[in-house]
């Protein structure tokens, strides 16, 4: 299903404070100083009301260059970073900001001018240090860490005399290789780690032995299971960067004959959050079918549902879409005789709460209410936001097709790349929630292990559950005994 993007989303939350200002108006911060244009004059950036609305790449990148008397601000800094990769990769930006460098210093030098070639070197690498901050995985590639150590150089020479700027750098570059070095190893340690085994289920016989543990055998509070459920959430999420977000900009961008391909790579943390929507999904329709009794797979329904409610009241947003699913599969929604048994009011709620239409208003209001309470929080339960994150990008995705990234006149559309910054940065806040909530492995373990039933396996377990009843059914049934029959 397609989304348009809200034009009402909830503000912003204040959050990589060395990077972000208080406020995501593009506008210079008090004290910071003005700079022009691009070579073309002031003409070459283009504001409306003190914002940046548009520029040409030229004009955007000297920008984003400091001077002696100016300083870019931060929420520009960010933004540009972030939507630059659209159009230049990040080592080719870093050439262009280290030659614009080189052409500040040699006017400076001309005129010999020590101290003000000091507060420029100062400056330079405090824009440095925010890039390998926010981004720091733009210098994985050898030929941004090539030019990062040629800028850096090149302002050292100015500093001779009491190193201060040598030791930022030095600092900066140790910071930038223990966060390359922590992603590379979580990159090694998802490639090794496999998705929950899919369980087959014997042949015509998908019913587990009666003593096999379940779900409920492992934990019978469902706040209990919502608070692990929310654990796991937020351990995955965080592991997500805003250019991993924007990659979704970039891989739909075939069209753009500057896109950086240089960003088209495979993106663990995306792919790993995404299965694990799928596989919880399809371990709660596992854990409801795998069920012999009817009045234990009320039971296990009824479960789930209060599971879910609690991720609601949590703030875990995606959890639930992810419950509600698994409970929506067709293997699960067809067992009429067991739902006749589930007392569905507080069911009909949560999928009221998860209702497509009208662009999933009952969602989006809710989400801008826990949004709300987590800006005005004192504690760590009170801030967790974790949004259905296919749905949040689906709207990155249509703010991106919907608006084009070049207005006629050539300029990049920057005030369409503030708004998908500032939803990334959204959403980047929420990843940040530390989970107050105490883990336990036991229960997690289960979670992330137990097996799961294929969609195959679903329907003989649920065929066996309650039979056919309708034509379309009964064939259904025919044609999988025929196929497991043939394969035995």
Not at 231 to 250: G, K
Not at 322 to 348: E, Y
Not at 442 to 447: F, G
Request: overall charge neutral; glycine content about 4%; hydrophobic content about 35%.
């Amino acid at each position: 299903m397609f989304l348009e993007p809200q034009e009402t989303m909830p503000q912003t939350s204040v959050v990589f404070s060395s990077i972000l200002g208080p406020s995501c108006s593009g506008q210079g911060q008090p004290g910071m100083g003005e700079r022009g244009g691009g070579a073309g004059g002031s003409g070459d950036l283009i504001f409306q009301d003190g914002r940046l609305i548009s520029g040409s790449l030229e004009a955007l990148m000297e920008h984003l260059v400091p001077t002696v008397d100016y300083y870019p601000d931060r929420t520009y800094i960010f933004t540009f970073l972030l939507s630059s990769r659209v159009f230049i990769p990040p080592h080719d930006l870093l050439a262009r900001v280290g030659q614009l460098c080189v052409e500040q210093r040699q006017q400076l030098e001309a005129g010999s001018e020590k101290a003000k070639l000091k507060s420029f070197s100062a400056k330079i690498v405090q824009l440095l240090k925010e890039w390998t901050e926010a981004f720091p995985f733009d210098f994985q590639d050898e030929k941004a860490m090539a030019e990062l150590k040629a800028i850096t150089h090149r302002v050292t020479q100015c500093d001779e005399e009491n190193g201060t700027v040598k030791k930022a750098i030095s600092q900066m570059t140790q910071s930038l290789l223990l966060s390359l070095a922590a992603r590379s190893q979580l990159q090694e340690l998802r490639e090794k780690l496999r998705s929950p085994a899919m369980d087959k289920g014997p042949v015509l016989k998908a019913k587990p032995p009666a003593a096999q543990k379940d779900i409920l055998g492992v934990c019978c509070d469902p706040l209990v299971l919502a608070q692990q459920l929310t654990h796991i959430e937020l351990e995955r999420v965080s592991s997500i960067h805003p250019e991993d977000l924007l990659q979704i900009v970039s891989h739909m961008d075939s069209r753009d004959k500057h896109r950086c391909r240089g960003d088209v790579t495979k993106t663990y943390s995306l792919e790993a959050y995404d299965n694990w929507f799928n596989c919880l999904s399809m371990l709660v329709a596992t854990e409801v079918c795998r069920v012999v009794k009817k009045k234990h797979r009320t039971r296990m329904l009824e479960f789930f549902i209060d599971v879910a409610r609690e991720c609601f009241n949590i703030g875990n947003f995606n959890s639930m879409m992810a419950i509600i699913s698994g409970m929506n599969l067709s293997p699960v929604a067809r067992l009429k005789k067991t739902w006749s048994k589930v007392k569905t009011a507080k069911f009909d709620v949560l999928e009221h709460h998860m209702d497509p239409s009208s662009n999933f208003c009952n969602y989006r209001t809710a989400l801008q209410g826990a949004t709300q309470r987590s800006q005005t929080a004192n504690s760590s339960r009170e801030k967790i936001v974790i949004p259905v994150f296919n749905l949040f990008v689906k709207d990155i995705y249509f703010l991106h097709k919907i608006h084009t990234n070049h207005l006629p006149n050539g300029h990049i559309n920057f005030k369409k790349f503030w708004e998908i910054s500032r939803q990334i940065h959204e959403f980047m806040t929420w990843t940040q929630v530390e989970c107050p909530f105490e883990k336990d492995k036991k229960i997690q373990s289960y979670l992330l292990t137990a097996p799961i039933y294929s969609e195959e396996a679903l329907f003989i377990a649920s065929f066996e559950s309650e039979g056919p009843e309708n034509h379309m059914e009964k064939d259904s049934w025919k044609t999988l005994r025929t196929t497991l029959l043939n394969r035995a």
